[in-house]
């Protein structure tokens, strides 16, 4: 009989409410499980740590999470406690990650998807820096896609290495310091952490520019580089690599705006503001000249007229699953899955009010507010989400 002390697995409840599903992530850190609340039906992610652990981050990352609550791209904090011997947190339940939705795209991403991934991005992140926090992890395992209403919408996730760059205090900017050690993701972590400067704001926004090239070529420069398991030797090989490649060079076949994106952020001063207006505004000039359309349509959304071509060997749809279906369905937390969470076809028109979602900060909430009343409708475009998780700890 095993331990209900010490181990929480599927069928256990949390929180008094929280019914834990199947398994659906594990990271560097603990293990994510999809759940149901039994009072409301509502679907949810619990993300467990066990308290033995020498770093224990998920209190933390609770902090973090309450801090930004409201903020757009953020998901929202349910509940955290200390049960069992775990740390347990519980997080609105989000769709996959986009390094699993990459793999499945075959690796790369179009120049639309990217810029409709960057402009949501980007303002997301703007609002966390807003809230004080710095997030130091960015990464397209940590970018997750939303489910149901929000299946266009994506979110910054896992704030286990979130620091606060204001001091509550005394309300000003954390002190330029050097010799820091390494936190972060090696393959996307900007220069100056490599270097062991302090992070700041721009080594997000740094490390976003390398993830949307990533998106965009399907690898970076110094992907495969690697030191055996001597963390010094492959920081040091990998600040010599991002130091020596131009951004020209790591843009290659990309417009021009990527490599504009790094270089501004290398020359932004260790406390000053990133200038997101300047980002949004040379993305959005760059999105206006391809002549696309701001109508979420991903390269993993598939039109009812796709998934026909596709037959018998695509996936067959399946409608997101209501919480009672959880425990029953197998499937259901599988993560390779296709929802056929439909968005009516007048959801993907451009707004009339507002041609330009780049522009005006209201428009895109008003979009998102009407897709939730044609949610159930049937006959639009269908959302692919697939994948499963996977580790990508690789250069
Ligand atoms: N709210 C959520 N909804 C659905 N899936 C989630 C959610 N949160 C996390 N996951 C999945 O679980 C994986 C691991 O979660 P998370 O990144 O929070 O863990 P971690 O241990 O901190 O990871 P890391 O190794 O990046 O430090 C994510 O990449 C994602 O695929
Ligand atoms: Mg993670």
């Not at 397209?140 to 896609?145: G, H, K």
């Amino acid at each position: 009989m095993k331990n209900k002390e010490r181990i929480i697995d599927t069928d256990d409840v949390v929180g008094e409410k929280f019914k834990l599903g199947r398994k659906i992530g594990r990271g560097a850190f603990g293990e994510v499980y999809a759940g149901v609340n039994l009072q409301s039906g509502e679907e949810v992610a619990i993300k467990l740590e066990p308290v033995t652990t020498e770093h224990p981050q998920l209190y933390h990352e609770s902090e973090i999470y309450k801090r930004l609550q409201g903020g757009v791209g953020i998901p929202s904090l349910k509940w955290f406690g200390v049960e069992r011997g775990h740390n347990i947190m519980v997080i609105e339940l989000l769709g996959p990650n986009l390094q699993e939705i990459l793999d499945r795209c075959g690796g790369k991403f179009s120049l639309k998807t990217v810029l409709m991934l960057a402009n949501q991005l980007i303002e997301a992140m703007e609002c966390m820096h807003d809230k004080g926090v710095i997030h130091r992890d960015i990464k397209p395992e940590n970018l997750l896609m939303g489910l149901g209403s929000n299946v266009c919408q994506v979110y910054i996730t896992d704030f286990g290495l979130a620091k606060l760059y204001i001091d509550p205090e005394t309300d000003e900017h954390i002190s330029y310091r050097e010799h820091k050690s390494f936190v972060g993701a090696h393959r996307y972590a900007s220069l100056y952490t490599h270097c062991g400067v302090e992070q700041s704001r721009r080594v997000d926004v740094e490390s976003l520019g390398y993830v949307l090239v990533y998106f965009l070529k399907g690898s970076l420069p110094w992907q495969g580089i690697s030191a055996g398991s001597n963390e010094e030797e492959l920081n040091h090989k990998l600040m010599i690599k991002k130091f020596n490649t131009k951004p020209e060079e790591l843009c290659e076949s990309c417009p021009s705006e990527f490599a504009a994106w790094v270089k501004c952020m290398r020359l932004t001063l260790f406390s000053e503001m990133p200038s997101y207006i300047y980002l949004k505004a040379i993305t959005q000039r760059l999105f206006k000249s391809k002549g696309y359309k701001f109508d979420y349509v991903y390269d993993w959304t598939i039109s009812p007229k796709d998934n026909i071509k596709l037959g018998a060997s695509a996936q067959k749809p399946i409608r997101i699953l209501a919480a009672q279906d959880i425990h029953d369905t197998v499937d259901a937390f599988s993560r390779t899955r296709i929802f056929d969470d439909v968005r009516s076809s007048k959801d993907v028109q451009p707004d009339p009010e507002n041609d330009n979602p780049w522009q005006i900060a209201g428009g895109r909430r008003r979009r998102r507010q009407r897709q939730r009343h044609h949610v159930s409708s049937n006959g639009g475009y269908g959302v692919s989400m697939f994948g499963k998780s996977k580790n990508h700890n690789l250069i």
